[in-house]
């Protein structure tokens, strides 16, 4: 029967202090990777977004988040007022404004 089968005996335990940091490497290194390919430029994009509505002023000519085009009649704390056709106005959340664009754009549309 000893053949068939054979003896399992326990392993002397390692003293090796580097292996609960070795373990975490892998995981520490792909949080890095997280950080610079994701989180990182996602802050950048809200950080120049936020800009870009605390500059809104009367005049400007303006993207929604949904695709509106229009000019920017009045800027409230946290709504705009965009004139998409003559004498139709729409109130627009300020963080709907996808982006400012160049002046004259909307004759050319």
Not at 12 to 28: F, H, K, N, Q, V
Not at 72 to 78: K, M, Q, R, W, Y
């Amino acid at each position: 029967m000893d053949v068939l089968i054979s003896n399992a005996y326990a392993q002397a335990a390692g003293g090796d202090p580097s292996g609960g940091l070795m373990g975490l490497l892998p995981l520490i290194l792909m949080f890095v990777v997280l950080w610079f390919l994701m989180i990182r430029p996602q802050m950048k994009r809200a950080k120049e977004h936020k800009a870009m509505v605390e500059a809104l002023a009367k005049g400007d000519e303006v993207v929604t988040g949904g695709g509106i085009a229009g000019r920017v009649t009045d800027v409230g704390d946290s709504f705009v007022q965009v004139e998409v056709a003559a004498n139709t106005v729409v109130a627009v959340q300020k963080q709907a404004v996808a982006t400012v664009l160049p002046k004259g754009t909307l004759k050319s549309l």
